[in-house]
């Protein structure tokens, strides 16, 4: 049975930060690309970072550069989302991404808060 599960959101004030984790099992992880997305109410679900298997190349996109930093700890199965100097509009649900070679699978999300 293949699970994503995003753990670490919740509540911080702006310029604060948080590490999401996304564990995952039931696929052969390494050969997949990680990530994350997020949706903030009334908006399109958005790519915001991913990491290629050897860890190297990672993307990001403008609206996180310089402040987010994807990892993955492939023994662990597990991709890290560090998010540091949060603003209020990186307020959404996150959802971490597989993305192999024939299928896609997602977590269930998690909400990040950025307020004061």
């Known amino acids: 049975q293949v699970q994503l599960v995003e753990s670490g959101g919740g509540k911080v004030q702006p310029g604060g930060s948080l590490r999401l984790s996304c564990a995952a099992s039931?696929?052969?992880?390494?050969?997949?690309?990680v990530g994350w997305f997020r949706q903030a109410p009334g908006k399109e679900r958005e790519g915001i970072s991913c990491?290629?298997?050897?860890?190297?190349?990672?993307y990001y996109a403008d609206s996180v550069k310089g402040r987010f930093t994807i990892s993955r700890d492939n023994a662990k199965n597990t991709v890290y989302l560090q998010m540091d100097n949060l603003k209020p509009e990186d307020t959404a649900v996150y959802y971490c991404?597989?993305?192999?070679?024939?299928?896609?699978?997602w977590g269930q999300g998690i909400q990040v808060t950025v307020s004061s």
């Open positions: 991404l597989g993305a192999g070679p024939s299928q896609n699978y």
């Open positions: 039931g696929f052969p992880w390494t050969y997949y690309v």
């Open positions: 990491v290629p298997n050897n860890d190297n190349n990672a």
